[in-house]
């Protein structure tokens, strides 16, 4: 007998009541495997997928040197050009 054929033998000599509990276990315990066989995506692929959605007119309003400027972009210290 499969391991399948023995927990359906068993189930049937289990009340009705008892056996929404054991479907609640079952249906999050094939969640979790779920979420667990989810391939691993990198943050930088993370971050590709956020700036693709991020319209071309709002990139254009960033600064262009990027760290050079920072405490400018923080502070409205004086710039370094």
Known sequence: MTTKELIIKE??????????????????LKSTLKSE?????PIWEIAEDIIQEI???VFNQLPHDG???????L???????
């Open 11 to 28: 189930l049937d000599s289990i009340p009705d009541p008892n056996l929404t509990e054991i479907l609640n276990f079952i249906q999050s």
């Open 55 to 57: 319209p071309e007119e």
């Open 37 to 41: 066989n989810q391939p691993y995506k």
């Open 67 to 73: 760290a050079e400027n920072h405490d400018y972009y």
């Open 75 to 81: 502070y409205q210290n004086q710039k370094l050009d």
